[in-house]
């Protein structure tokens, strides 16, 4: 399975994208796509876009994860996350990809262990994890790859809340004893 992680932002969109095999990660390819903030929003949400279909069309991916918006104290700069959200998710629907979200709290206790880890915890782990000691990669580049990490652990241990008996058992027929 090949799934594409997205870091949105209008400075800087990261993206990552993993080939899951077994229990195993590899790392296929990752960036930034810089944007020259001299452009107005709405150029830039075009290259962001127009970027992430080039990177789908090329890699091919399965599955489609992005960091949720974080909400700070600049209500501008959540705005501004929120629609280069709308636009990464815009291109992954577009190509009939599944699209699933993540809270960067959730992002970084898949991959570090702890909610509350520095971007540069969570760089150090996906080196770590990915076997990329070497590699220099930007910060928007490894949330990136946190994020189809943390969408690849999700997939292969999902919840194991079930929203009812009925659904559990259809769901897991093989742990029914009869």
């Given amino acids: ?61 399965d599955e489609f994860a992005i960091e949720t918006a974080f909400y700070g104290k600049n209500f501008q700069s959540a705005m501004k996350i929120g629609y280069a959200r709308g636009v990464s998710i815009l291109s992954a629907v577009n190509n009939g990809l599944p699209v699933s979200e993540y809270s960067p709290r959730e992002i970084k206790k898949s991959v570090v262990g702890k909610g509350a880890a520095s971007k540069e915890q969570v760089s150090y782990m996906i080196k770590t994890l990915l076997n990329l000691k070497s590699l220099k990669m930007k910060l928007d580049e490894s949330d990136a790859l946190a994020t189809a990490l943390c969408h690849a652990f999700r997939i292969k241990s999902p919840s194991k809340k079930s929203k009812s008996w009925k659904s559990f058992i259809e769901a897991n027929p093989d742990r029914v004893i009869e």
């Fill in 1 to 61: 399975m090949i799934i594409i992680g997205v870091d949105p932002g209008t400075n800087t969109t990261g993206y990552g994208i993993i080939k899951q095999s077994g229990s195993s990660f590899l790392r296929i390819s990752s960036g930034c796509i810089k944007l020259t903030p001299s452009k107005q929003i709405p150029q830039r949400l075009e290259i962001i876009y127009n970027e992430l279909n080039k990177i789908i069309k090329q890699f091919k991916p």
